[in-house]
């Protein structure tokens, strides 16, 4: 098995080359083909992974390149890891959000929309790549906003596409670890879009927790210590309110207003992360490092390497696991359309990924649910076709986004920051 490895420069590269040798046996893999854009990040991760393989095993051989086309020929898997624009994008997207008194984060509101429209573009490339050079390959989405460029990718192209984020994974650890039981045993009743789920039910060997796990939550959310930054936090009473795990993004959009005024008076997450990818190529780069190092974990994307190489092992063996994937609905999440690309548990085979039907939303979430889909459609729309009037129609329909008048201001300034990098947008 090969797998190429779309993004190969990113300070994460190391986390799932860790998890790829940890199931090489069950993968047969044989090689790994990191590809990006930047030479000289690759000049640090590709020697770094190498070192790893071989301390490991050397019959799994590390190549690394910027030709997109040579990685993805013949390859089983093709994970894509990128970040158009790089660090100096996502800076701005944050910025973007503050400018107008709006949330500035990453993945959703304004700076996710803009990430999307730069991002979908290339992505529909890569697909294409697939399609002529490695059409029975799976491509497995971690590049954000996962979900909705999974979206994109569903709807315009043939590739057997499915989105993966974390986050479930942080979830399950952190459940499994306050019931102290194996998360091999723990089953979700799970439902959502990416960045936009809650955790309805929990099943530990066919046993229902949930009311534990949420009396749990609900007596750590009352004992809890303001962290430093003191970012805004769930309290018990949102908890009865929400009764469900919450995913932890939901707070910019429950919270909407305590974010703004927040992030009013704190540095941005993108100017820490640039200092901390600094710091780690240069941890990189030591010829003595043959391992992921400890100050990984700072920079985010816990149980990421997990994510990735256990759903890749799974197809591979036709195992039929349940993962937490985004994928189209096909009737999983009753009332939504078949072909939405939700986030939901699903039995993974190698032939198919079959989402588990859950029970209806309730009404407050299939409200917020229905909008932020909305809102992706639109911005696939946009991204896809060139259709200005479409991406000034998400940004207004998106629940973290301006209001009507100063959509066109917010539009206009979003133009202006990412220019040239939009694709058929400009």
Not at 117 to 134: G, K, S, Y
Not at 205 to 227: K, N
Not at 269 to 298: C, F, H, I, N
Not at 325 to 337: D, K
Request: hydrophobic share 45%.
């Amino acid at each position: 098995m090969k797998v190429c490895v779309v993004g190969g420069g990113s300070t994460y590269t190391p986390e799932l080359i860790e998890g790829l040798l940890c199931r090489r046996e069950e993968l047969e893999l044989h090689q790994i083909h990191l590809v990006d854009v930047d030479a000289d990040r690759l000049g640090v991760l590709g020697p770094l992974a190498r070192r790893m393989s071989e301390r490991v095993d050397d019959a799994v051989s590390v190549v690394w390149g910027t030709d997109r086309r040579a990685g993805i020929a013949n390859s089983t898997f093709v994970v894509s890891q990128m970040r158009v624009g790089g660090m100096a994008a996502r800076e701005r997207d944050e910025q973007l959000g503050r400018e107008f008194g709006l949330v500035g984060q990453e993945t959703v509101g304004v700076g996710g929309f803009a990430k999307a429209l730069r991002t979908i573009p290339v992505a529909l490339d890569i697909a294409a790549d697939i399609e002529r050079l490695a059409p029975d390959a799976t491509l497995l989405n971690f590049t954000n906003p996962a979900g909705l460029v999974t979206e994109a990718l569903c709807r315009h192209t043939d590739v057997t596409t499915i989105g993966l984020c974390n986050v479930p994974w942080t979830i399950k650890a952190s459940v499994a670890r306050a019931l102290d039981v194996d998360p091999a045993t723990v089953v979700f009743d799970y439902v959502g879009l990416n960045h936009l789920s809650w955790v309805r039910r929990v099943e530990v060997a066919g046993v229902d927790r949930t009311a534990e796990v949420l009396a749990g939550l609900r007596e750590r959310v009352v004992r809890q210590t303001p962290d430093g930054d003191g970012e805004p936090s769930w309290t018990a009473e949102a908890i009865d309110t929400i009764a469900a795990i919450p995913n932890s993004y939901l707070r910019y959009y429950y919270e909407t207003d305590a974010w703004v005024r927040h992030q009013s008076t704190r540095p941005t997450r993108a100017s820490a992360v640039m200092a901390l990818e600094e710091s780690l190529l240069e941890r990189y780069a030591d010829p003595d490092l043959t391992g992921k190092p400890a100050e990984l974990a700072e920079r985010g994307g816990a149980y990421y390497s997990e994510a990735a190489a256990a759903l890749m092992a799974d197809i591979a063996t036709d195992s039929g696991a349940i993962h937490v994937v985004n994928t189209p609905n096909h009737g999983a999440i009753p009332g939504l359309p078949g072909d939405d690309v939700v986030e939901v548990s699903a039995v993974v085979n190698a032939s198919r990924i079959e989402p588990i039907h859950v029970p209806e939303l309730r009404a407050d979430v299939d409200a917020l649910v229905r909008t932020v889909k909305d809102f992706e459609l639109l911005t696939v729309q946009a991204a896809v076709d060139g259709d200005h009037d479409a991406a000034i129609r998400a940004l207004i329909t998106n629940p973290l986004g301006p209001s009507i008048t100063r959509a066109p201001h917010v539009w206009n300034r979003l133009l202006e920051l990412n220019a040239g990098l939009l694709g058929r947008l400009g």
